[in-house]
């Protein structure tokens, strides 16, 4: 599917809109009953796993040259949006499979592409991102892990933090300095790790405010040989390559966003035409009436921002660095405090883990600080404003 002259209207197609009901009867059926042990047992998310690859949802981007679904940008959204509504945790299966893949595919030769997509898309392994480290952060550059060339292979040493559903993925994009005299920023390569890789390692899983079922580790590399064909480009432009990927995969943590936040409008919508006071529904307050309102336009308007910065993103417009931090910041600002909101509409019992609104609003926190805080994306769209582009 592909965004066309419909949704350059503001139209989602036919076929989109059949797609997220294909996505939501799995996600209803098949991940929302599992969702709140999930997140109390801090579990990877397998039943969810199961389901995606068999419905061939678990890595959508993959193109059909590698025997994926070759679903464009919206598309890939809207399988996001509708998991992430019933358990965020799940919607980093599809996420993650595109973080740690879309380098491969921007610029990986085509022998690293048959050999690691195709797995990917048949559902046989998954696919983890490895950029930040603890002095990392924001600041990518001043990353410390090297590869150092040795004859035809190079050798990586260092580790890497925050890395989603490490441990269980097979595969891991990682990027590491290769030339540590070099420019900064201009040194940077990528390489595909594999996990059976000698002198690879994890640390131990991040006890985390949400997204618990999505594991969360440090990747460590002790004098690990990579083959000098896993390298993902050429040396030195892996950084600019990091940064296309996030281009367009934050335009996928907007549509996480998106999802959390409509699971919560619709669980308090649910909640507060049922709930009685003072002897009528509380939903007939005006006072309930304006959250919910404000809640709606504020989600419908992030909803609206994320689909335009995928199609964006599909076409590779030169505006996507701003359009896709614009959806990942405003949609995730909106997802806490929606999600806060909706704890409130529910009272007392919103603070209890007896309803899942207390659940999506932990989720909801991290949506505004990975793949770049939320004060980097401000500095993004502030970059681009002022260079006029």
Known sequence: MKPNADFDLFQISDDHEALREAVRAVAEDKIAPYAAEVDRTASFPTAAHDALVASDFHAPHVPEAYDGVGADAVACAIVVEEVARVCASSSLIPGANKLGSTPLILAG???????????????????????????????????????????????????????????????????????????????????????????????????????????????????????????????????????????????????????????????????????????????????????????AMSLEAARHLVYVAAAKSERNDADLSFFSAAAKCYASDMAMQVTTDAVQLLGGYGFTEDFPVERMMRDAKITQIYEGTNQIQRVVMGRHLLEGR
């Open 109 to 295: 030769s085509e022998e690293l592409k048959l050999k690691y997509l195709r797995p990917l898309a048949n559902g046989t392994t998954t696919f983890s991102y490895a950029l930040s480290e603890r002095e990392a952060g924001s600041d990518t550059a001043a990353m410390r892990t090297r590869a150092t060339a040795d004859g035809d292979d190079w050798v990586l040493n260092g580790q890497k933090s925050w890395i989603t559903n490490a441990g269980f993925s097979e595969y891991y994009t990682v990027l590491a300095v290769t030339d540590p005299d070099g420019k900064r920023g201009s040194n940077v390569s990528a390489f595909v790790v594999e996990k059976s890789d000698a002198g690879f390692s994890f640390g131990e899983k991040e006890r985390k405010l949400g997204i618990k079922g999505s594991p969360t580790r440090e990747l460590h590399f002790d004098s690990v040989r990579i083959p000098g064909d896993r390298i993902i480009g050429e040396p030195g432009e892996g950084l600019k390559i990091a940064l296309r990927t996030l281009d367009h995969t934050r335009v996928t943590v907007g549509a996480q966003a998106v999802g959390i936040a409509q699971g919560a409008l619709d669980f308090a919508l649910d909640y507060v035409k049922e709930r009685q006071q003072f002897g009528k529904r509380i939903a007939d307050f005006q006072g309930i009436q304006f959250m919910l309102a404000d809640m």
